[in-house]
């Protein structure tokens, strides 16, 4: 990288606006503004202790999970970005019960963000990394005003998606539908920096990333695929595979980006009627159609996760998702038992 000229963020997105009007002016700002707002909670994340910011907040989110004070702060951080700017009509968050139309005193744009403002919570106090999730859709054009159902859109119709995963370094990985780009922030100018471009996932691997103590609630299928991984170079694999699982959703994805591996959160029978745990709208389809743009998959098991129609906003999912000749593995165990 030395010899050449560093592309800032702000530079790659003109220019990808400028060549096949790849991206519209709108999204292009309203991408530029997520950038900024991730920026402010890397910051808040790297204060930790300093800041005053870690620890429990005295409240529970719309999933009834604990809420971390930085849960909070990063919600309030990307509403408060994305609120004035006059590109979006509304947002979503895991955090909030409902949507966040923009209110009437700002212009109201044609897109629609959805975030995980912070995911992998159980991680901010321990120091492992954690990071933003967001995916933006258009809002219909035929309806008045913006409601709930305006956002039950399948993943396929995303037309941007990535996260901000605050580790050792800060790291934006972004699509906007033609391949997958990374860019590294740098804290000197403070500004993001094109760090790779067109990441592919090898289509092998011998790497999973499962909650292992869940094994007793799962499907067979799924027993099946992990008890023959287990088995290593002696098994019907006939390889010896590594296991990984960080819990937080964006380390786990982006290890895979960077080397391959397969990530599942499969359906359990401790909460039968949910059809997983991960959320569908902020969690699956962004990292799903990350995934696939880097020549990967990724399936609930039965079908392609992007196909999936959303019914409501909160909606859970089964996920699993990575190198693609795993996944289709895994996909195929599942229709041999259906």
């Known amino acids: 990288m030395a010899q050449q000229q560093k592309i800032s963020l702000t530079r790659y997105l003109v220019e990808q606006q400028r060549a096949d009007g790849l991206i519209p002016g709108q999204l292009r700002l309203l991408l530029e503004v997520v950038a900024r707002a991730c920026k402010s909670i890397s910051q808040a994340v790297n204060k930790g202790a300093l800041g005053g910011v870690l620890g429990t907040a005295e409240s529970e989110n719309v999933q009834g999970e604990i809420q971390k004070k930085l849960d909070i702060i990063a919600n309030e951080v990307l509403i408060e970005a994305n609120e004035w700017g006059g590109h979006l009509a509304a947002m979503a968050s895991e955090e909030m019960d409902s949507i966040y139309v923009v209110p009437n005193r700002y212009p109201q744009g044609e897109y629609l963000l959805m975030f995980d403002p912070l995911d992998g919570s159980s991680n901010i106090d321990v120091n492992v990394s954690i990071g933003t999730i967001f995916s933006v859709l258009k ?85 099946r695929y992990i008890d023959e991984c287990l088995a ?70 039965k079908q392609r996760i992007l196909d999936l129609k959303p019914t409501k906003l909160h909606e859970r999912v089964s996920v699993m998702l990575g190198s693609r000749n795993e996944v289709e593995r895994l996909t195929q165990y599942h229709a041999e038992k259906a």
């Open 232 to 301: 290593g170079k002696e098994g019907p694999r006939g390889k010896d595979f590594n296991m990984r699982w960080i819990a937080s959703m964006v380390a786990d994805v982006h290890r895979i980006l960077m080397r391959g591996g397969v990530f599942m959160y499969p359906w359990d029978k401790r909460e039968p009627e949910k059809a997983g745990k991960l959320r569908l709208m902020y969690e699956a389809n962004p990292m799903s159609w990350l995934v696939e743009q880097a020549g990967g998959a990724a399936t609930n098991g």
């Open 139 to 223: 809002k219909p054009d035929d309806t008045p005003g913006v409601q709930e159902a305006d956002f039950l859109q399948a993943g396929t119709q995303q037309v941007a998606a990535g996260y901000c995963i605050y580790g050792p370094q800060t790291t934006l990985v972004l699509t906007v539908g033609n391949g997958v780009d990374m860019f590294t922030l740098d804290r000197e100018q403070g500004s993001f920096v094109l760090t790779q471009q067109d990441i592919q996932i090898p289509a092998d691997t011998k790497e999973f990333a499962i909650n292992m103590s869940n094994m007793r609630h799962w499907d067979e299928p799924m027993k």
